[in-house]
Nanobody
Framework: VQLQAYGGGLVQSGGFLRLSCAAS????????MGWFRQAPGKERDIVAA????????YYADSVKGRFTISRDNAKNTVYLQMNSVKPEDTAVYYC????????????????????WGQGTLVTVSS
């Protein structure tokens, strides 16, 4: 699966941004998706994840109530709506999938993902 993340940019604190990740090369509805982020000098951490149908989701505590992950299987795209952004949300955001089978509906650990997009930079100014 090839992943292309886009939509990053500069946004003011309290503002909003929507990231998109377009997937190709495999039936999109068969793959679980996740969004991760990596700030300078820090590890890559999960932000949100979604099941194949979109019926189940997971959010990191730091973004609960502010971010929403969704998917449009007809458009082969997963989204991350980011509202009420904070300076600490500044990072490179990556979308990811898993190519191997899994029994879990939503993948919440970085090691469960083995296919990564190129990342899109989000900068939140204070």
């Amino acid at each position: 699966v090839q992943l292309q993340a886009y939509g990053g940019g500069l946004v003011q604190s309290g503002g909003f941004l929507r990231l998109s990740c377009a997937a190709s090369g495999r039936t999109f509805s068969s793959i679980r998706m996740g969004w991760f982020r990596q700030a300078p000098g820090k590890e890559r951490d999960i932000v949100a994840a979604i099941s194949r149908t979109g019926g189940s989701t997971y959010y990191a505590d730091s973004v609960k109530g502010r971010f929403t992950i969704s998917r449009d299987n007809a458009k082969n795209t997963v989204y991350l709506q980011m509202n009420s952004v904070k300076p600490e949300d500044t990072a490179v955001y990556y979308c990811a999938t898993r190519s191997a089978p899994s029994s879990r509906a939503v993948l919440t650990f970085r090691d469960e993902y083995d296919n990564w997009g190129q990342g899109t930079l989000v900068t939140v100014s204070s």
